[in-house]
């Protein structure tokens, strides 16, 4: 799977359509996850577990991401149950359409659930990429700029014995990229877990640090350089 981002190019109503959806979809996976928090065992969410102005699509997606939440925390990816900051909506690929320059998905407006269609830029290396099998839409912010992320599934192709060249791209959210010269792109690595790893040993060598624990911190650097 790849993600091809699209800058998109909201008019004033829909600005404020996609603001009101994504603050109502972070309300609701943050409301979920401190209801879950309280119990003994996770509870059976389902889309009238609880209110909000979302299409049950929506809602839906409220629950897989609570659902996800809740699965790293248990799994150790992360030392408390996260929260929502950043402003995201995601939509599953059978409640998105991909159009000429556009995308079709559904909102909450005026008590029911509409369609809009929001422009957007795709240029024609992405629309090569948006005709197989479609992933999740994600709409999110990044410096001021709405994001429109929808994940593709790229084919195999099958290259014959020879020379081939590949290009690595390394980076903090995701570690490495490679892309062949056949255009297939692979993801490797996770940046999510890379940084919680590096805050939690910079956190430890801190609090070692003001304990006056030089040996202990001299230790973890040691046992760190050898693995």
């Known amino acids: 799977m790849i993600t091809v981002q699209c800058k998109r190019s909201p008019d004033t109503k829909q600005d404020r359509l996609l603001h009101a959806t994504i603050l109502a979809y972070i309300n609701s996976v943050n409301a979920l996850v401190d209801y879950c928090r309280g119990q003994a065992t996770v509870p059976k969410l389902s889309s009238a577990t609880f209110r909000a102005a979302l299409p049950s699509s929506i809602k839906n997606e409220v629950?897989?991401?609570?659902?996800?939440v809740i699965r790293k925390f248990e799994n150790g990816h992360c030392e408390s149950l996260p929260i929502l900051k950043k402003p995201v909506c995601t939509w599953n690929n059978q409640n998105y359409r991909i159009l000429e320059n556009a995308i079709s998905f559904p909102v909450w407006q005026s008590g029911k659930c509409q369609r809009i269609v929001l422009k957007v830029e795709i240029t024609t290396y992405q629309?090569?990429?948006?005709?197989?099998?479609l992933g999740t839409l994600r709409i999110t912010q990044k410096n001021g700029k709405w994001i429109a992320q929808v994940a593709a599934e790229v084919p195999l192709v099958e290259t014959k014995p020879g020379n081939a060249v590949m290009g690595v791209d390394l980076g903090l959210k995701v570690p490495a990229v490679a892309v062949s010269e056949s255009g297939v792109t692979k993801f490797f690595g996770n940046g999510r877990m890379n940084k919680f790893v590096k805050r939690k040993h910079?956190?430890?060598?801190?609090?070692?640090?003001?304990?006056?624990?030089?040996?202990?911190?001299?230790?973890?650097?040691?046992?760190?350089?050898?693995?």
Request: a positive charge.
């Open 127 to 133: 629309k090569e990429r948006l005709v197989g099998h």
């Open 63 to 68: 629950i897989l991401a609570v659902k996800s």
């Open 202 to 227: 910079r956190a430890r060598r801190k609090a070692l640090g003001k304990a006056k624990k030089q040996w202990a911190i001299d230790k973890l650097t040691i046992r760190s350089n050898v693995g």
